[in-house]
């Protein structure tokens, strides 16, 4: 009876020992894994590109913030016919470029909103030439006026390549912008090869950027910008 009383004893405190161990044991686990820092993922390299994309946009934005001025105009590739400026620059010019108000220019303003020319060839010469009769005032007018301007405000940049013949100037705006930058195509002028426009938000940083790109392929070209108010006429 004693033996089986004291089997019984050892056998309940064993028991009791082996929880106890257990407890510790799991404790310790769960301490092990509190302490335990993570492993931190290996984050995918950058490409040079990619920093350089995001390095222009972040100086576009400090640009446009940095710019009271913002032009607002949506980029329209198609050249204005000249011939649609006849009845309202005839109208504009019935009147004192002293008293004209913004109800007097909105008529061209809409027509030359994000036009990145004004066709004057053909028929259309008639119209071309009477806007320019009156662009001297109408820029005058365009400069008091910044949020109207703002519609309108084409940017170019002409390179002066003079007939050389440079394979990496063909080379650096052929491949322009670089693959996976956040800027737009290049919208050349009437066909050009040398001469670019650029409108609405950020065309003048668009228009540096495209300087910097080329004269880093070809050192020493000379690169001329113009921000103007209003579209450039050919004939």
């Given at each position: 009876?004693?033996?089986?009383?004291?089997?019984?004893?050892?056998?309940?405190?064993?028991?009791?020992l082996?929880?106890?161990?257990?407890?510790?044991?799991?404790?310790?686990e769960?301490e092990t894994?509190i302490?335990?820092?993570?492993v931190?993922?290996?984050?995918k390299?950058?490409?040079?590109?990619?920093?350089?994309?995001?390095?222009y946009?972040?100086w576009?934005?400090?640009?446009?913030?940095e710019?009271d001025?913002?032009?607002t105009?949506?980029?329209?590739?198609?050249?204005?016919?000249?011939k649609?400026?006849?009845?309202?620059?005839?109208?504009?010019s019935?009147?004192?470029?002293?008293?004209w108000?913004?109800?007097?220019?909105?008529?061209?303003?809409?027509l030359?909103s994000?036009?990145?020319a004004?066709?004057?060839?053909?028929?259309?010469?008639?119209?071309?030439?009477?806007?320019?009769?009156?662009?001297h005032d109408f820029?005058?007018f365009?400069?008091?006026?910044?949020e109207?301007?703002?519609?309108i405000?084409?940017?170019?940049?002409?390179?002066?390549v003079g007939?050389?013949n440079?394979?990496?100037?063909?080379?650096g705006?052929?491949?322009?912008?670089?693959?996976?930058?956040?800027?737009?195509?290049?919208?050349?002028?009437?066909?050009s090869?040398?001469?670019?426009v650029f409108?609405?938000?950020?065309?003048?940083?668009?228009?540096?950027?495209?300087?910097?790109?080329?004269q880093?392929?070809?050192?020493?070209?000379?690169m001329?910008?113009f921000?103007?108010?209003?579209?450039a006429q050919?004939?």
């Amino acid at each position: 009876m004693f033996s089986r009383k004291s089997s019984l004893f050892k056998l309940k405190r064993r028991f009791k020992l082996k929880r106890r161990t257990i407890g510790k044991e799991n404790k310790i686990e769960k301490e092990t894994k509190i302490k335990k820092k993570p492993v931190k993922k290996n984050k995918k390299e950058k490409t040079i590109q990619e920093e350089v994309n995001e390095a222009y946009q972040a100086w576009c934005i400090a640009t446009d913030k940095e710019t009271d001025f913002k032009c607002t105009a949506v980029q329209n590739d198609e050249p204005l016919q000249g011939k649609l400026l006849i009845e309202p620059v005839t109208k504009l010019s019935n009147k004192p470029p002293l008293l004209w108000n913004e109800d007097d220019v909105m008529p061209i303003v809409k027509l030359l909103s994000g036009r990145t020319a004004i066709d004057g060839t053909g028929d259309n010469s008639e119209g071309a030439w009477a806007f320019a009769t009156i662009s001297h005032d109408f820029n005058l007018f365009l400069d008091k006026h910044d949020e109207i301007r703002s519609l309108i405000d084409p940017t170019y940049v002409v390179a002066d390549v003079g007939g050389q013949n440079l394979p990496n100037f063909q080379v650096g705006a052929g491949n322009y912008p670089p693959a996976g930058s956040p800027i737009n195509q290049l919208t050349r002028f009437m066909g050009s090869n040398y001469v670019w426009v650029f409108n609405g938000a950020g065309a003048t940083g668009r228009a540096q950027h495209l300087v910097g790109w080329i004269q880093a392929l070809v050192p020493g070209l000379r690169m001329f910008l113009f921000s103007t108010n209003t579209p450039a006429q050919y004939f």
